[in-house]
């Protein structure tokens, strides 16, 4: 005979529910505070009240969570968390040998996958002292610019729908998938390409791709051009940016940023001009500044930007030598024990590699240094003060990829 | 018994209980009517406004969904047109039906509460929103004679209606347990109190003009030439009308309580199902209802731009008597026939039944058309609908075409905008247009 205790209240009782759920609606840890930082933060003050963006927000750019202390409309307080796509790509690469890693790093910004590739590769090859030919370097630089450009119309596109404004995004998407399916014509790939390789690229300049170049070429200024009114005209996309997220140089270099976010508070710093790397030397290209270091500075910089990349690839299309695109190497790499250091201009800011070889085929020890992680870390400056609506808009400036981040 | 009953679907049962009770109402209504039918004719005729009410207030519920299914398929066709993406093409003929069938899944949806919500007021918000939008559509006058009730205070009661949609969305955003709808809502209430004033101010010159509160009339003050409009006595007042009506309907670029970006859905995200489906559709209602109060305040309602020359019909139909039965039923198959033959003659290849068909549809459409100028020119009504409808529609368009264009503003600048600006530009409106009417009053006497 079985009996039940009616007196205790059943699981679907909504008030069991409710108590058990309170602390995942108000967004505090299950655990005691573990930093002075923490007990500061997760204490509420009068008025105030905690809301958890992320890590399914439609506007986080993945899977960012952030916790906003408001207070009313106003942000007091902030706690990014970070880690929900953490995959330990550095671990990874130091079990897989020297080609075999390039393929786990690629994936890390997937906006701009080809700069994710060059920064390895070139340490690789410091290690190795191999000596790349010059037609895969211009090569590498030719694809690196496009993949910089569709990098960036992919930010004007997500910085306007953050902002509200529905059209701008697809807009953008015309130039970044004409460029993708350029790409994917010379490496096979659409989105995570893999095409350089320890000693050059891992294929010459095609036929298909130098038809959809010319083509693209020939109407992309004004293509861009069109794009660009469609936001900086506007008046009220123009006000809302103006002024909101200001950083100074001082501060943006104690926090260590670099790129278009750190160009934006008026340091000409670009890593193509201040540690020239590949045939950058003998291009002729601006660094475009902005002294504002506000959110609007953040975006006119990238759209200039724009501009000189299409700059550098009609150079290089004109300089192009002929010549083999892959150095020779042995099937197996096996570089003498040292260190290297490389460092590039992504489309967001220096993305580095420092790679340790021990002797064997694998590297000993691999260090990425992203910087979409680097500038997140300033959200916690940026965001507090503002309102909610302009978080979203602050870290769209920033222009991080979580897959960077979190690595 | 009780053992087929049990064995029955939901569906079966449903079935088995109301087939009996339908056609024991049947009986029984036509037993009354044969019985009774003079005495309810009787009645019907002597609270005829009583009649006319209900039928009217009928008609507009059953219309709402379907002119909110327009006006979505617009929105969908248009912004992705903007967008240069090809929109919906699939459902229907390019697509037309897509809305109604999203319609007919939000209908099919689960519909549930979450847990800790006000399940009363959560339930009852997307209600008071709906009804309060479609109330609106209560006064406005679609056609001469075709309004649903002619109030001498219509414009006053419009503003009071479209108040109401605030305490529905504070009910929603509240009720809903969920910080994002609590944003939402205080957001939506904060403001729609803000614009209701410089809507309603800048309306108040334009009443000084027509001296009347009643919306049919002000529609009648407005002809018969388009310079006769009030958009040109009161460029300012439409201007901000306009601006302010937009933030009411909180459509782009003042859609802050939904920013998508922002607070994920505001008042609406815990809801789903036909709760949903209501404030969206009450939504869709609300750009109608206010396009079609712009058009009737400020572009002269169901008015045409200009007088149409009088168009006396030669023919009356009915001095044909018989002729007009035997012309009925052998225009149809002349018009078949004759519109058939050139597809027939043409094309060699075309079949004679296929040449029949298209010449049959050729006629539908031409006799359609046919009867279309007939109504148009001989009947007051249709020809004010068409125009009604007609400018509504190019506003719906415009806002339609904002929300593919602007981006959002926020809420400091809203609210900034509402009460530095909009405020102070109508309360000049309504001083300047009530020192014109005294300085031409003294003029004129």
Redesign the interface.
């Known amino acids: 005979m079985t009996t039940t205790d009616t007196r205790r209240p059943s699981s679907d009782d909504?008030r069991v529910?409710?108590d058990e759920?309170i602390g995942v609606?108000e967004a505090i840890p299950p655990y005691p505070p573990r930093t002075e930082r923490e007990a500061e933060f997760y204490t509420l003050g009068d008025g105030e009240?905690f809301?958890n963006m992320g890590p399914q927000?439609?506007?986080t750019h993945g899977v960012l969570r952030v916790v906003l202390k408001l207070e009313g409309?106003k942000v007091v307080d902030i706690d990014p968390v970070l880690g929900y796509l953490h995959r330990g790509v550095e671990k990874l690469c130091e079990n897989a040998d020297y080609h075999q890693a390039i393929c786990y790093t690629d994936p890390l910004e997937y906006i701009s996958s080809l700069f994710c590739e060059w920064s390895p590769v070139m340490a690789f090859e410091k290690l190795l002292d191999v000596d790349v030919p010059r037609r895969a370097e211009y090569i590498r630089v030719l694809s690196g610019e496009l993949n910089r450009i569709a990098s960036h119309a992919l930010f004007m596109g997500w910085f306007?729908?953050?902002?509200?404004?529905?059209?701008p995004i697809?807009?953008s998407f015309?130039e970044r998938d004409e460029i993708v399916e350029m790409l994917a014509a010379l490496t096979g790939q659409r989105m995570l390409f893999n095409y350089f390789r320890i000693g050059g690229v891992n294929g010459d300049l095609n036929h298909e791709f130098m038809s959809r170049l010319g083509s693209w070429m020939s109407r992309a200024t004004e293509q861009i051009e069109a794009n660009l009114t469609?936001?900086n005209e506007?008046e009220?996309?123009v006000?809302?940016a103006r002024g909101l997220g200001t950083i100074d140089s001082a501060t943006a270099l104690r926090m260590c940023m670099t790129g278009p976010n750190l160009r934006a508070t008026g340091l000409p710093f670009d890593v193509r001009r201040a540690h020239p790397y590949s045939v950058y030397p003998e291009l002729d290209f601006d660094i475009p500044t902005r002294s504002e270091g506000d959110v609007l500075a953040r975006y006119l910089l990238r759209m200039d930007e724009i501009k000189q990349s299409l700059r550098i690839i009609d150079q290089c299309l004109h300089q192009m030598p002929d010549g083999p695109v892959m150095a020779k190497l042995p099937r197996l790499l096996r570089p003498r024990p040292g260190r290297a250091y490389a460092a590039i201009e992504g489309p967001r800011g220096q993305y580095a590699t420092y790679a340790i070889s021990d002797g064997t085929d694998q590297p000993f020890r691999m260090r990425i240094h992203d910087p979409s992680f680097i500038h997140l870390q300033s959200v916690g400056l940026l965001m507090p003060g503002n309102?909610?609506?302009?978080?979203?808009a602050v870290m769209a400036s920033l222009d991080p990829i979580m897959g960077g981040v979190d690595k | 018994m009780s053992r087929a009953w049990g064995r029955l679907t939901l569906p079966g049962k449903v079935i088995f209980t109301l087939v009996p009770i339908l056609i024991v109402l049947t009986a029984g209504l036509i037993v009354t009517i044969a019985l009774l039918g003079g005495l309810i004719l009787e009645i019907l005729v002597a609270n005829v406004g009583i009649v006319r009410f209900v039928a009217a207030v009928l008609i507009l519920l059953l219309l709402a969904p379907p002119s909110a299914f327009i006006i979505i398929y617009m929105e969908m066709k248009i912004i992705a047109l903007m967008n240069l993406r090809l929109g919906p093409d699939r459902v229907g003929p390019w697509g037309t039906l897509l809305s109604t069938v999203h319609g007919l899944k939000v209908l099919m949806k689960e519909d549930f509460t979450p847990t800790g919500a006000d399940r009363i007021v959560f339930t009852w918000a997307p209600i008071v929103v709906f009804l309060s939008a479609v109330m609106g559509a209560m006064v406005i006058p679609f056609a001469p004679g075709l309004i649903a009730q002619d109030l001498n205070i219509g414009i006053l009661y419009f503003f009071a209606v479209g108040g109401l949609t605030v305490v529905g969305l504070l009910m929603a955003g509240w009720a809903s347990f969920n910080k994002y709808s609590l944003l939402g809502g205080l957001r939506s209430a904060a403001q729609m109190v803000s614009y209701e004033i410089p809507l309603t101010l800048s309306v108040v010159g334009l009443l000084l003009l027509a001296g009347t509160m009643s919306l049919s009339q002000i529609v009648e003050n407005q002809g018969p030439w388009f310079t006769d409009w009030y958009v040109f006595q009161q460029p300012l007042g439409f201007v901000i009308f306009f601006i302010a009506a937009t933030a009411e309907a909180n459509r782009t670029p003042f859609d802050l309580t939904e920013a998508d970006s922002e607070i994920v859905a505001g008042f609406a995200t815990e809801y789903s199902g036909m709760r949903f489906g209501f404030f969206f559709f009450a939504e869709y209602i609300n750009v109608f209802i206010v396009s079609a109060l712009i058009v009737t305040l400020f572009l002269g309602g169901w008015q045409a731009p200009f007088p149409f020359p009088e168009i006396a019909l030669a023919l009356d139909p009915g001095s044909l008597g018989i002729g007009l039965l035997i012309v009925a039923a052998i225009a149809p198959v002349v018009g078949t026939l004759l519109l058939a033959a050139p597809f027939y003659l043409l094309r060699s290849s075309t079949p004679w039944w296929q040449a029949l068909i298209a010449g049959f549809l050729l006629f539908n459409v031409v006799a359609g058309g046919a009867l279309f100028a007939l109504a148009f020119i001989g009947l007051d009504f249709v020809s004010g609908l068409v125009w009604f409808l007609g400018k509504t529609y190019a506003f719906v368009f415009l806002f339609v075409w904002m929300r593919g264009t602007l981006p959002r503003i926020r809420i400091d600048q809203l609210m900034g905008f509402a009460w530095k600006w909009l405020l102070p530009a109508s309360l000049l409106n309504l001083f300047v247009t009530a020192a014109a009417l005294v300085v031409v009053d003294a003029l004129g006497s």
Do not use: K
């Open positions: 909504p529910l409710l759920q609606y009240m809301i927000h439609p506007s409309e306007a729908l953050d902002l509200g404004g529905l059209t697809l807009w015309i469609l936001l506007n009220l996309f006000r809302r309102l909610v609506a302009d978080t979203m």
